[in-house]
Structure formats: C-alpha cells, structure tokens
C-alpha cells in the first residue's frame, strides 16, 4: 500500500475508536502518527512537526485563564447575570448563546475569537441551565460561524479576496447571508432537536438576588476584558494573549492558581491534539489529495455544487477553512467548471464557503475544540467529542444537501 493509503486507513481507525470506545483517541493517533511517519519513510523529527503548538497553546491558554475565573467565583457570577438575560427560561439560553456567540463574530473578530471567548461561560450557563452539553456546543459554535464570513470579519476578507483574484467578484454580502443562513437553519434544527430534552425552568433565576462582586472578580474581569480588547483589537494571538491574562491574575494573587490548573482539562487537550498531529501526517503523505480525487470524479455540471460542498466539507472537518480550504479552492472555480463541463462560478463559490464551513463544529476544529476543552469532566469530554465527531461528519452530507438545491437560487437572486 502507498503511504498515503495507509495514512487515510490510519485516521478512519483513529475516528472509529473515538466513535466507539471510552479510550482517549488522542493517545491513539499520537503513536499512529509515528507508525505513518515510519511506514512513509520521515524521521521522528518530522512526525512531531505536527504537533499543533500553537493550537495547544490557545486551549491550554484560554482554559487556564477561564479556571482562574472559575476558581474565584467570577465565572459564576457572570453565569448568574447572563441567566437574568433568559429571564430564567432555561429554553431560551441556547438561542441567547447563538445571538452572542454570532454577533461577537460578525463584529470583527471572527468564529474561533467568539467561541474562545463564549464557550468557557456557555459550558457553565448550560449547566446551571441543565443544558446538554452537546446542543450547547452547538449552538455556540454555529452561531459564531453564522458571522464568520461578515465582511468585517478576517475570514470573510480572505473568502472575498480570493473570489476576487479568480474574477468572480467579492459578494461580501451575498457571501455572509448564505453562510449565515445555512448555519441558522442548522442551528434551529439541532434546537429543536435537542431542546426537548431541557426541563422548562420555574421562576427561581429570574427572581434570585444575584450577590456584588467582590475586588478580585472586578480586577479578574478586567484582565479578561483587557485581553479581549487585545484580541479583537490588537489581533495578539488568542493562545498568548490568555497566558499572559492568566499570568496577570496569578501574580496579584485573584485566584488559587493550583486550583485553576487542576480545572484545565488536559484529556480534551491531548485529544484534540493528538488526533490534529494525525491528520497532518495524513495531508504530508498525500492522503488527503488521494481521497479528495477520488471525490471529484462524481461532479457533473448538474451536481457540481452538492460534490464540492461534500469535499471542501469532508477536508474542513481535518484542516481550516480560512487558512487552507477557501484559499484553495477559491481560486480555481473558474477552472473547476471548465473541466466539469459547466456551473455556475458563483453558486460553486458559495458552496464552497457554506460546505467548508458547516463541518466546524467538529472537535478536529479549533472551534469543536474550545468547547470540548471547556468541558471539565473527562467522560463528559469524551462523549461531547464523540458527539461532535459525528455531527461535524455529518455536516458534509447536509452542507452538500443544503447547497445542491439552494446556492444555484440563491446565487441567482
């Protein structure tokens, strides 16, 4: 067998055990990678370059800064207040956390900026609220997605740029309102799926007298701000920005700092990172150009949309959308439907937008990733990973579904 189907039988073993086994999947794909490297001829050396550092760095940053948080009362606090916006309706928080979550990524800063910040207080909300995990995940992460591609946004810059180089033209708002839609009409759909699960809350949160904030909350909320000012506007790193936020409050003394790094989950973090150290050996020894090919030969002018929402989708569910699908795929639209035989460049445009974006939510994602990070109880982890894994899978088919019968129309609008 040739590297790159070894790599691919690799990860599909990898995504199997995470589906059906309580083993943590990222002690697995670590040594499957090196067995890949192995087998493709690489060097230890050039297996452990595909290590996401700096992802690590963000998870390990952002949950540690939130445990800080947590440990001295303030995320409480913050979840107290926040539940006096439901009105004490525990089935409202999912739509509350979509509007948030959306409305901080359509303002700039982008989806894995807004689930960085909403998701370490979603996952608190939702439990006070008795919210599933998962449905909360979701619509966090869709929600931010859904302003993902704004044109104020650093991902919908790139998704206009590159349409404009192949000289399809931007649509910066053509662009965000299928995206946005698309990720409405999923988030409703995992709403209204999942909520029915959620017991109607009585009066008592609305009603409960919220206690003031004491010096070390105030200064930790202002740590926190600072470092959200520093992100969305001075773009610092998110992963750095929290260390350093985290540092802050260790130094004034705001929080028990043993308590905090007892509350990071490092489970999630090494299955998260683990599992994205095997699908860079995956993509090193070609195994997502074979998988792709093998994809692309379904298209027909009819189906062009429906095939390239599915693969764009399939490789976002393993690698980014804004760094390494869109840039990609964007560019050569006009080339794709001449060797088709036919499409329409704009539609094929935004399916891929929608295609690669819809799958996000999975946990091989930065943005699945913060949630399942934010999530304390390694059982509880696993299972949101699972769960996240399927959904963010599954989300190829609806993409592909959602955009073989609505981005001609849409486009044509």
């Known amino acids: 067998m040739s590297p790159a189907s070894v790599a691919v039988c690799a990860l599909v073993a990898a995504i199997v055990i995470s589906c059906t086994s309580r083993i943590n999947v990222g002690v697995i794909a670590i040594p499957l990678s090196w067995a890949v490297g192995l087998y493709a001829g690489q060097s230890a050396e050039a297996v ?7 992802l690590f760095v963000t998870l390990a940053g952002v949950t540690l800064l939130f445990g800080l948080a947590e440990a001295n009362g303030t995320i409480g606090l913050l979840v107290d207040q926040m539940m006096t916006l439901a009105r004490g309706r525990n089935r409202r928080v999912p739509l509350l956390l979509f509007l948030i979550a959306g409305t901080i990524a359509t303002m700039g800063p982008g989806a894995i900026v807004a689930v960085a910040l909403v998701a370490p207080m979603a996952m608190a909300l939702g439990r006070r609220a008795g919210i599933p995990a998962f449905l909360t995940a979701l619509m966090v992460t869709n929600g931010a997605n859904a302003g993902n591609l704004s044109p104020l946004s650093a991902v919908g810059v790139i998704a206009g740029n590159r349409m404009a180089a192949a000289g399809l033209g931007s649509h910066p708002w053509k662009v965000f309102a299928a995206n946005f839609l698309a990720h409405a009409v999923v988030g409703l759909a995992a709403y209204l799926l999942l909520i029915r699960r959620v017991t109607p809350s009585s009066d008592e949160e609305a009603t409960r007298v919220i206690p003031s904030m004491s010096r070390s909350q105030t200064l930790t909320i202002a740590i926190v701000g600072i470092w959200i000012a520093a992100v969305v506007g001075a ?63 379904l298209a027909r002018p009819s189906t062009l949309n429906g095939v390239i929402a599915f693969v764009t989708g399939v490789i976002s569910t393993y690698s980014s959308t804004s760094a ?9 639209v006009p080339r794709l439907i001449q060797q088709v035989g036919g499409g329409d460049p704009l539609a094929v445009s935004l399916s ?10 999975s946990p091989l ?13 390694p059982d509880e982890a696993r299972a949101l990973f699972r769960k996240m894994m399927v959904w963010g899978l599954s989300m190829a088919i609806v993409g592909a579904l959602l955009c073989q019968l609505l981005a001609g129309p849409f486009a044509r609008l």
Do not use: H, Y
């Open 365 to 377: 994602s930065t943005l699945g990733a913060l949630c399942v990070a934010a999530v304390a109880q």
């Open 235 to 297: 773009r610092a790193p998110i992963g750095l920005a929290a260390f350093a936020a985290a540092a802050a409050v260790i130094v004034l003394g705001l929080a028990d700092e043993g308590g905090a790094f007892r509350r990071v989950p490092w489970s999630a973090i090494v299955m998260v990172s683990g599992m994205t150290m095997l699908v860079v050996m995956v993509e090193k020894t070609g195994g997502m150009d074979l998988f792709t090919a093998l994809l692309a030969r």
């Open 352 to 361: 891929i937008n929608v295609g690669a974006s819809l799958v996000d939510v």
């Open 324 to 332: 390494v699908v869109l840039p990609t795929f964007l560019p050569i």
């Open 48 to 54: 452990l370059v595909g290590f996401p550092g700096s």
